[in-house]
């Protein structure tokens, strides 16, 4: 970068997602003339049709927990500094039944890591936990509730309005509805980016974050980036009395409330289901599931699932964020992840951190290039 850090520095950001929208405001910010574009609607991928659970559960090595607790902190600043009202940060219930069952495997031993890397977390007993979240209800062989308190969940879609509008109205970002079909330039310098209405941009640098179709773009260069795609299904409750207020993690089932008194439902079974599947409130799983749900939540009886929602995972191959530069060519920066949601405003911070230093440290061990 020159002397002006990023003042100036025309950078296209593809993708609208949670990953996309937090790199565009934050850029915008350090003084970059940012262009995103999105191919449908911002919010229309995979970050509009998450779970949006923040959190650092299982997370492992501890470096990499660390990011992710840091990146619900900055969530936090996040929603201060844009005056907004999307994030819960209430905690987390997790428990498990007798035979261990649990949504994250090896509960307890998860658990003693998290403490000894100095997590908050309290342990209840049903009956301490009824008093304080009465939506649930538990079986008589769980003994002990975790309170996991540095977790919550974010309303997505409203994070991504405040972002963009914001980077537009402060910092002059523009919004493009358009696709990318093209990234080319001299001697190895990606300076264009080709639009499928035609049109052309001119540009210094292009970041992409696409999610699921970030591999296709770095195709579109000749690059090669590593992801696995899966796809899982939630249920949505009709709005009803549940006074859920917490993530709920269960032997079999994740909760949580989705605003307007609807509860959204994940189990494995429906959270892994491949690329073909299509459910209704009436296929079997979701059926199983709403039961599920009624035995953890009985205030759910008889509330039927009002829609079902489809998400596109994406899996680095290693499991971790790319993020940094192409290897072969100059002026295309990757940024994907799964756990979008959670590190979504730790990777604005970040990558910005990046860009006007030479190098993040943070960053250091996620770069492209460590497939080569
Ligand atoms: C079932 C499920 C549950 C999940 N649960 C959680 C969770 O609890 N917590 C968590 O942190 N994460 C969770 N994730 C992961 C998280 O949702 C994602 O990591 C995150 O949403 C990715 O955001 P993104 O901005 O990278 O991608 P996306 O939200 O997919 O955004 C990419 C955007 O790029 C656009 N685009 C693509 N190609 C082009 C192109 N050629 N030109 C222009 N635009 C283009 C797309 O339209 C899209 O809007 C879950 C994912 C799934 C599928």
Same mark, same amino acid.
């Given at each position: 970068?020159?002397?002006?850090?990023?003042?100036?520095?025309?950078?296209?950001?593809?993708?609208?997602? #949670?990953?996309?929208?937090?790199?565009?405001?934050?850029?915008?910010?350090?003084?970059?003339?940012?262009?995103?574009?999105?191919?449908?609607?911002?919010? #229309?991928?995979? @970050?509009?049709?998450?779970?949006?659970?923040?959190?650092?559960?299982?997370?492992?090595?501890?470096?990499?927990?660390?990011?992710?607790?840091?990146?619900?902190?900055?969530?936090?600043?996040?929603?201060? /500094?844009?005056?907004?009202?999307?994030?819960?940060?209430?905690?987390?219930?997790?428990?498990?039944?007798?035979?261990?069952?649990?949504?994250?495997?090896?509960?307890?031993?998860?658990?003693?890591?998290?403490?000894?890397?100095?997590?908050?977390?309290?342990?209840? @007993?049903?009956?301490?936990?009824?008093?304080?979240?009465?939506?649930?209800?538990?079986?008589?062989?769980?003994? /002990?509730?975790?309170?996991?308190?540095?977790?919550?969940?974010?309303?997505?879609?409203?994070?991504?309005?405040?972002?963009?509008?914001?980077?537009? /109205?402060?910092?002059?970002?523009?919004?493009?509805?358009?696709?990318?079909?093209?990234?080319?330039?001299?001697?190895?310098?990606?300076?264009?980016?080709?639009?499928? =209405?035609?049109?052309?941009?001119?540009?210094?640098?292009?970041?992409?974050?696409?999610?699921?179709?970030?591999?296709?773009?770095?195709?579109?260069?000749?690059?090669?980036?590593?992801?696995?795609?899966?796809?899982?299904?939630?249920?949505?409750?009709?709005?009803? *009395?549940?006074?859920?207020?917490?993530?709920?993690?269960?032997?079999?089932?994740? #909760?949580?409330?989705?605003?307007?008194?609807?509860?959204?439902?994940?189990? /494995?079974?429906?959270? =892994?289901?491949?690329?073909?599947? @299509?459910?209704?409130?009436? =296929? *079997?799983?979701?059926?199983?599931?709403?039961?599920?749900?009624?035995?953890?939540? *009985?205030?759910?009886?008889?509330? *039927?699932?009002?829609?079902?929602?489809?998400?596109?995972?994406?899996?680095?191959?290693?499991?971790?964020?790319?993020?940094?530069?192409?290897?072969?060519?100059?002026?295309?920066?990757?940024?994907?992840?799964?756990?979008?949601?959670?590190?979504?405003?730790?990777?604005?911070?970040?990558?910005?951190?990046?860009?006007? @230093?030479?190098?993040?440290?943070?960053?250091?061990?996620?770069?492209? =290039?460590?497939?080569?």
């Amino acid at each position: 970068m020159s002397d002006r850090g990023l003042a100036g520095t025309a950078i296209a950001v593809i993708g609208a997602g #949670a990953v996309g929208c937090a790199l565009a405001y934050r850029l915008s910010q350090a003084g970059a003339r940012v262009t995103v574009i999105e191919t449908a609607y911002p919010g #229309a991928g995979t @970050s509009g049709n998450s779970f949006a659970w923040l959190n650092a559960f299982g997370k492992e090595p501890r470096d990499y927990w660390r990011l992710n607790l840091r990146s619900i902190r900055e969530h936090q600043d996040l929603q201060d /500094e844009l005056n907004g009202s999307w994030l819960v940060r209430s905690g987390a219930w997790h428990w498990a039944d007798a035979d261990g069952a649990n949504y994250t495997p090896n509960l307890p031993a998860t658990v003693r890591q998290l403490l000894a890397w100095g997590s908050r977390i309290d342990a209840y @007993s049903p009956a301490e936990v009824k008093a304080i979240e009465p939506a649930l209800a538990f079986g008589p062989d769980v003994s /002990e509730v975790f309170l996991v308190h540095n977790e919550g969940w974010l309303q997505a879609a409203l994070m991504i309005q405040a972002l963009l509008t914001r980077a537009k /109205e402060q910092y002059g970002a523009e919004v493009l509805r358009d696709e990318v079909i093209g990234l080319d330039g001299p001697n190895g310098v990606v300076d264009t980016v080709h639009l499928a =209405s035609g049109a052309r941009l001119g540009v210094d640098m292009v970041v992409v974050a696409a999610g699921p179709r970030t591999a296709d773009i770095a195709t579109l260069v000749g690059s090669h980036i590593p992801l696995e795609l899966s796809y899982g299904f939630f249920a949505v409750t009709a709005p009803a *009395p549940t006074p859920l207020r917490r993530v709920a993690v269960g032997p079999r089932l994740i #909760a949580r409330p989705d605003g307007g008194g609807r509860v959204l439902l994940g189990s /494995e079974e429906v959270l =892994s289901l491949g690329r073909g599947a @299509s459910v209704t409130a009436d =296929s *079997p799983e979701i059926v199983r599931l709403a039961a599920q749900a009624q035995n953890m939540m *009985p205030d759910l009886a008889g509330v *039927p699932v009002e829609a079902m929602r489809k998400g596109e995972r994406v899996v680095p191959a290693d499991g971790y964020p790319i993020v940094g530069w192409d290897t072969r060519l100059d002026g295309v920066y990757y940024a994907v992840t799964h756990s979008g949601i959670t590190l979504s405003a730790a990777l604005g911070n970040l990558v910005v951190e990046d860009l006007l @230093s030479g190098g993040s440290d943070v960053l250091a061990q996620y770069r492209p =290039s460590r497939f080569n």
